[in-house]
């Protein structure tokens, strides 16, 4: 059923004086509001949902970890790993990899080997070009601040020496410290 609105419709402007009112009539159909309120997100699209889930440094290795959060399968897509200093934003070193379909609430760990060091900013952005049509596309990023030490370099190996030595003999000459001559 239509509704009619009336109402004196007043000219007054910014210090105007008012020349004239007039009287308007508006017809109009009824608007369905609730519908909206009531839409579960049973009825909505389902689409995937990519987001960077985590990104950890375990023994000089980066992993970073992709996930489809959302309600239907990812295609295959790529991650943008971005490393800058922190000191000032220069990229240090930048990656692009791969990533397979993900299944709903499917999973890829991603580990990466050779690291730059130093204060690094470390950026992952999935899906970077957007080709993906998604249930929220502003959660496809994230960012974190480690610092990147060298790895240790274990010492060679040397071979075991092994010397006799008679009793009560001594030396012809002292051994300097450091020379196993």
């Not at 992993?63 to 943008?80: D, H, K, M, Q, W």
């Not at 800058?84 to 930048?94: E, F, I």
């Amino acid at each position: 059923r239509a509704a009619v609105i009336t109402g004196v419709a007043v000219g007054a402007g910014a210090g105007a004086a008012v020349a004239a009112t007039r009287r308007t009539t508006v017809v109009a159909a009824p608007v369905v509001v609730a519908e909206r309120a009531k839409t579960s997100p049973a009825s909505v699209a389902a689409l995937p949902d990519l987001t960077v889930s985590d990104m950890t440094v375990e023994d000089h290795v980066h992993c970073v970890t992709i996930a489809n959060v959302g309600r239907a399968a990812a295609p295959a897509s790529t991650v943008l790993v971005e490393f800058r200093t922190v000191a000032d934003g220069a990229l240090v070193a930048t990656t692009t990899m791969r990533v397979p379909p993900l299944a709903v609430n499917q999973s890829q760990r991603f580990r990466l080997h050779a690291l730059p060091v130093g204060r690094l900013q470390v950026t992952a952005l999935v899906d970077p070009a957007n080709r993906i049509a998604e249930s929220d596309e502003l959660n496809n990023n994230l960012v974190v601040d480690v610092e990147l030490l060298p790895p240790m370099v274990e010492p060679p190996s040397l071979p075991d020496v092994d010397v006799d030595v008679a009793p009560g003999a001594q030396a012809a000459e002292p051994i300097p410290a450091g020379h196993a001559d």
